[in-house]
């Protein structure tokens, strides 16, 4: 698997999971003289094991010899959704600002994409909900054309290693 990002400084969101690891690692290889790559990771405070997510994140940036930036927010477990996306990426843009870079990069992957369209659906959003996931501006998602399988295949293959975030199996979040 390899990504199509043009060169230059990015700030990657890496959550400590298969799909942000993945896309670290591949950006990682290719990096070189192409990317200047920022790891940045954003605790929400809604988990309490989440410091195990910052460690490793950190450490695989060290690994890589990347810059790492950490933030966190003391949401609490019953933060929505919403709320928490709404701190993660003010966080994002932060860094983004503070490093010059040129955008932020995400894990979305194709699985995202359909599961955002049902979801956008089922809150009434119309025919514009259905195409909602994409790289747009300062956000960029190159992974949309890979599945969690592929992602997690290239992660296996490459002996990667990565947090399950145990709200996943939350039934409280609609997306799971």
Sequence with gaps: ????????????AVSGGVDSMALLHM????????????????????????????????QTAEQYNLPFEYGEGHLGPDASEAKARGVRYAFLHRVVREHGARAIITAHHRDDVLETAILNMLRGTGRKGLSSLKSQGDILRPLLNFSKTDILAYA??????????STNCDQRYLRN
């Design 27 to 58: 950006l990682a290889q290719q990096s070189g003289s192409h990317y200047q790559l920022i790891a940045a990771h954003f605790d929400h405070g809604i988990r309490t094991d989440s410091t195990e997510d910052r460690t490793l994140v950190q």
């Design 1 to 12: 698997m390899k990504v199509d990002v043009r060169p230059g400084k990015y700030v990657v």
């Design 156 to 165: 296996q293959k490459h002996h990667l290693q990565w947090r399950e975030d």
